[in-house]
């Protein structure tokens, strides 16, 4: 690799690290148009294309990484991360197994695998791999986290705990384990130590739009509404597409009276997800509290079209980034 090559990969590197994704993906592009055959160029903007969600650029770029080196493990992975995120899980898994057969130190490629599993729905498999990882690194923090979710995915919130706070023990630093442990004490009713456990989320990010809404869903179900409205507002003004958050805020204007402002809500939660029948009802709900009977009916007569599904909750994102930094 000539210097110039270097200096651009390096280069792409720290852009991307600071956030700069187009601006890596320009530095990395100048290290393959002074080499097309670094792999490890096109590697690093794969990993770029990802953080863009551009998953097919990032599949196109990691096939030709493996192509120049077939024992590129990164490659594999990221190539992995992709066909899952677009669905595609059978090749998912079958990219995933050759990067653990190539890894000299599999426990992170486990974890992976295990992601995969849990987006496929296969939570037994998620934990076995999980399991392994455990195995394989006993102080390995993410994988008791991606663990805990697994057990919490399946309703076994007791464990999921269990797990959560032995990766808090290795990092305590990791805000999303708070407030995956925050939810799992919030679906077990312990509200003072969900709460507890979102603050500390809070505290640790400041922009966890999420802990900030299973904060309010807390408040809510102690009945303090006006911080939960609080939470619930946060958690918009951090992401004003948070459809969760629009959602839980319309309920909490509806238990204090405010039919107006639930519809508002509501309204806003069906602009961003339109096949979302609970919140339909509730609207509907809303409308019937006011005398609107049209209004109402018709978002009933929606929400059944719609076979009444609750709203999807997504509190926990991504465990971990598959690309190695």
Known sequence: MSSQENDAIKQGNLLRDKGDLDGAIAAYTEAISLDS???????????????KGEFDRTITDCTEAIRLNPEYVEAYRGRASSYAEKGEFDRAITDINEAIRLAPE???VYCNRAWIYFKKGCLDEAIADYTEAIRLNPEYAVAYYGRGYSYAGKGNHARAIADYTKSIRLNSEYA?????????????????RAIADFTEAIHLNPKHGWAYDNRGRAYNEKGDLDKAIADYTEAIHLNPKHVNAYYNRGYAYGEKGDHDKAIADYTEAIHLNPKDAEVYYNRGKAYSEKGDKAKAKADFAQAKKLKRKPASVDFFGKIFRFFSK
Not at 37 to 51: D, F, I, L, M, P
Not at 178 to 187: D, H, I, Q, V
């Open 106 to 108: 599999p426990s992170q």
């Open 37 to 51: 055959q670094n792999a490890e160029a096109y590697c690093g903007r794969a990993r770029v294309y990802a953080e």
């Open 176 to 192: 999303a384990v708070y407030n995956a442990r925050g939810y799992s004490y919030l679906e077990k009713g312990d509200h003072a």
